[in-house]
Nanobody, 133 residues
Framework: DVQLQASGGGLVQAGGSLRLACAAS????????IVWFRQAPGKEREGVSC????????YFVDSVKGRAAIASDNAKNTVYLQIDSLKPEDTAEYFC??????????????????????????WGQGTQVTVSS
């Protein structure tokens, strides 16, 4: 079975950094888009960033653009999301999800789809990020 495992969350002070990892198994890594989502208490799950989206590109939503980086280590089948200059509003449970690249639109329209989460078949468990002020 396809499996994704997210890790790397924790408690960090505002201004700090965290690197989240999403380890994948049992599928051809290069064929899949990986998206990081987050869900804050009482809010909808939202897409944050993707890799291998729109081909082999990356994408960041405006709220993290300029202070986040996403990278893939194909040898380890792992995608990393690093967010710097963390803010209290980054507090959320973070999830990684995967879908076949060919099944998805390019990232700008993808991230605007209200039901974006339904396009992703494979999900990791969440990892909690808490940013204290």
């Amino acid at each position: 079975d396809v499996q994704l495992q997210a890790s790397g969350g924790g408690l960090v002070q505002a201004g700090g950094s965290l690197r989240l990892a999403c380890a994948a198994s049992e599928f051809t890594f290069d064929d899949y888009t990986i998206v990081w989502f987050r869900q804050a208490p009482g809010k909808e799950r939202e897409g944050v960033s993707c890799i291998r989206c729109g081909g082999d590109g990356t994408y960041f939503v405006d709220s993290v653009k300029g202070r986040a980086a996403i990278a893939s280590d194909n040898a380890k089948n792992t995608v990393y999301l690093q967010i710097d200059s963390l803010k209290p509003e980054d507090t959320a449970e973070y999830f990684c999800a995967a879908a076949e690249k060919i099944s998805l639109p390019t990232p700008r329209p993808l991230f605007k789809i209200p039901t974006m989460t339904r396009l992703f078949e494979y999900w990791g468990q969440g990892t909690q990020v808490t940013v204290s002020s």
